[in-house]
């Protein structure tokens, strides 16, 4: 059961788009999402995060989008670079005493210069 | 600070043997985990840990064991290997205490292949 679900499995976008990467859950209890980056032959990375009761969160060229009532939310990569090619995994936490993080299925994204 | 270290990077099976995937963290973390990769389903959670002597099940725990003798070290062991292990195995690690932000920090990983 996949309770977090991500698309689309691969972007390519030119430099200086914007990559957009969408995921949607299911379990309502969830209460912190994560985007992970990874890098070839690398473990992920914590790139940025939102809890539920923001709808917007901003990082440098990095934004997350949350829409609680759609049960959805959105990683926007304003500019993208080259070096910004990697796989991005969604999560979502919540529930559970470990607080468990339940991963999307991932998006390898590649970056054109 | 090394963060999260994992032995060996890479491992070949028969089917049938076993192995032991180490993982040490030097951050003083009190929770561990361990995920495998497989491409197209994200990363899944074998088994966890919420403290130095425990131990629990995650998403996909059948075919693995767990141990944590000691806070910094997390051990999987696979007692009989099957070709359905092939995957890139990661550990991760976060720190205990209030709130839910807390990110886990994870290793470089463990890739295995089991003939």
């Known amino acids: 059961q996949q309770q977090v679900k991500q698309s689309p499995q691969s972007l390519i976008v030119q430099k200086g788009g914007i990559s957009i990467i969408n995921c949607a859950y299911e379990?309502?209890?969830?209460?912190?999402f994560p985007w992970y980056q990874q890098f070839p032959g690398k473990g992920p990375a914590l790139l940025i995060a939102i809890r539920p009761d923001v709808s917007e969160k901003k990082e440098g060229r990095f934004t997350i989008s949350f829409n609680k009532s759609a049960k959805q939310f959105s990683l926007h990569i304003m500019d993208s670079q080259p070096g910004d090619s990697a796989t991005y995994f969604c999560a979502a936490k919540g529930g559970g005493s470990a607080r468990q993080l339940t991963f999307g299925s991932g998006t390898q994204l590649t970056v054109l210069p | 600070n090394a963060g999260v270290t994992q032995t060996p990077k890479f491992r070949v099976l028969k089917t049938g043997q076993s192995m032991t995937l180490l993982c040490a963290q030097d951050?003083?973390?009190?929770?561990m985990y361990w995920y495998r990769q497989d491409p197209g389903m994200g990363l899944r959670l074998i088994h966890y840990?919420?403290?130095?002597?425990?131990?629990a099940k995650g998403e996909v725990p059948d075919g693995y064991n767990v141990s944590r003798l000691k806070k910094q070290n997390f051990l999987l062991g696979l007692e009989s290997a099957a070709p359905s292990q092939t995957s890139v195995y990661f550990c991760?690690?976060?720190?205990?205490?209030?709130?839910?932000?807390?990110?886990?920090?994870f290793g470089p990983g463990t890739r295995l292949l089991v003939l």
């Open positions: 379990n309502t209890a969830f209460d912190y």
């Open positions: 951050m003083n973390h009190e929770y």
């Open positions: 840990s919420v403290g130095e002597g425990t131990t």
């Open positions: 991760a690690s976060s720190r205990s205490g209030q709130g839910y932000q807390e990110t886990q920090y």
